[in-house]
């Protein structure tokens, strides 16, 4: 894997966060640098080392590193790697760390002070934070932090992640000047291989432990009560369908008015402008650019924004709960049918957002083959790009009624595709089984952390960086695909006397007839054949392109018309399930195949990938379409 190198804050003294998974050594992280990183309820969410500034009181600048947790210097996975490749000095453009912080869990100080044991051995100034003390509290847990110095021999400060102002302690701590001496006993040590001292080292701790009162369980009950409801064999699988299906639901029902207002504005700003703007000369093809091109492609899929919202809205709640390594465990078995674990789990959900950080997020599994099989499906699961695609050809195709009273027809019709996308990726999973070996059982060690009610704070900054990034994607690669494709189906123009719309004489036409060829037998036209080619930079461009196509095709006695409605009369029902179908399996995404090339070292895997997706989606297409044909939906 090949980190990024660059610095964006050079020089200065750096210092490392380190600690076991889901510790908070990222909430503190946020705290101490203003960043906005991930943070969430569950082990494995950083899986890169992440970069900040911190100034301290006495206007001292630092680095700061944030590193995956782990368990031990003892690496068992690539994002356990990260850490110790830092910790070591052998990270690509990154020295050795000038102090560690070993972040521990105040809840959890067995397993978290053997690494602290480690870390130490390590012969680097170090220091430790005692953090989720406002938890510990609460379970009427106090840890003496002077008396925990003592006996680990280094300096130790209590701090809480998720309150401003928790970090206070620590950051008063940092301007002591004698911190950041190296031991001199330990110096030798920098470059030895981690030491075996786990069995001497678990008799320490529990000797730290009893004289420091801690030593007794407290069990956390309420997190215990919930998990008998969530993890039993009958009622947990049925809790997780349920919750799963009712945010496809919820995607929905709950986005008709914000849709609705964003269409009518985009319309309204459209008419506006084609009014001001003369239809003559010069001007008109501006007007054209603006109207056909900005208005009808990037507004095109800006309206799909409150879907995203309403998305990304319960992935974070569900992050943030704890509730998913629960889900993890609950899939464990279905999972290993097909040769995985539930260890995937947690990648192949992060795929539903994208499946960039989703193939990052691998990094946590330990088995390689694992790891590879998981990136290799990780493109089938359905990504928020492919949300408006399938949100326009559903509320073309699909009537918005309701089926038993309750369930919302067009829900239904998502949650179908979302469900035809896993078991894609299942079968696909299954089928490489056959082919890999798949080394001895393993059984799945995973942590359960405890129940948290979502941090609003949290929800809101997760929600507004989704935003952001959407916008983003709309106001750059979609809105400049979008415009280059005008100009692709705007020139050259129609010759003298030409009948038919301009778009067909132009480059763009030319080059979708051409396609049209290919994609004839799954039933594509030459409109969607064009909208295929930039959308193989970003999916949403599909339905960018196919606003402008729609748009210049208009001539001039029928007006320009919304997309969806114009596509439900001139396509076949047939078409646009084959769409729907190539959708949920082509790897129309550049970035993507990028990231596993990155993660894999080399062009073998994405050269894969591509091919068989590519080969799926279009036998996928072909078979929809013949069925579809077959039962008279050709019409
Ligand atoms: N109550 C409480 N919660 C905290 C505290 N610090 C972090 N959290 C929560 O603990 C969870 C884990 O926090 P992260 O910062 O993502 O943990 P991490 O150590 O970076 O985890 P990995 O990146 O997976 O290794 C999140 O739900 C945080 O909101 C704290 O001091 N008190
Ligand atoms: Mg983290």
Redesign the pocket.
Known sequence: MNEAIIHFYPGGPLLALV????????????LLTGSRQ??????????ERKEGKLTTAAGKALRVL?L???YSLHPRSPDERVTHDVLYGRAKGEKRPDLVVC?VDATNLRRSLRLVLAVKRLGLPCVVAV?????AKARGLTVNTAALARELGVPVVG?????GG?DTELRTLLDDPSLWQRPASAAANTDAPPSHATDADHDTVRGILKRLALDELIPHTMSDRIDRVVLHPVFGPILLATVLFLIFQAVFSWSVAPMDAIKAASDWLGAMVGTLLPDTGVMGWVRSLIVDGVIAGAGGVVVFLPQIIILFFFILVLE?S?YLPRAAFLLDRLMGGVGLSGRSFIPLLSSFACAIPGIMATRTIANPRDRLVTIMIAPLMTCSARLPVYALLIGAFIPRREVWGLLDLQGLVLFTLYVAGILGALLVAWVLKRFTTRGQARTLMMEL?NY?LP?IR?VGIGLWQRVAIFMKRVGGVILVLTIALWFLASFPGAPEGATRPAIEYSLAGTLGRALAVVFEPIGFNWQISIALVPGLAAREVAVSSLGTVYALSATANDTAQALTPLIAQTWSLATALSLLAWYVFAPQCLSTLATIKRETNGWTMPLIVAGYLFALAYLASFVTYRVALAFGAGG
């Open positions: 600690g076991n998974p889901n510790c908070g050594k990222t909430a503190l992280f946020n991930k943070v969430a309820n569950y082990a494995g969410v950083t899986v944030d995956p947790g782990t972040v953090n989720m003390q406002d938890l701090t809480v992640g998720t309150k928790g943030e704890g952390p948290h941090n949290n």
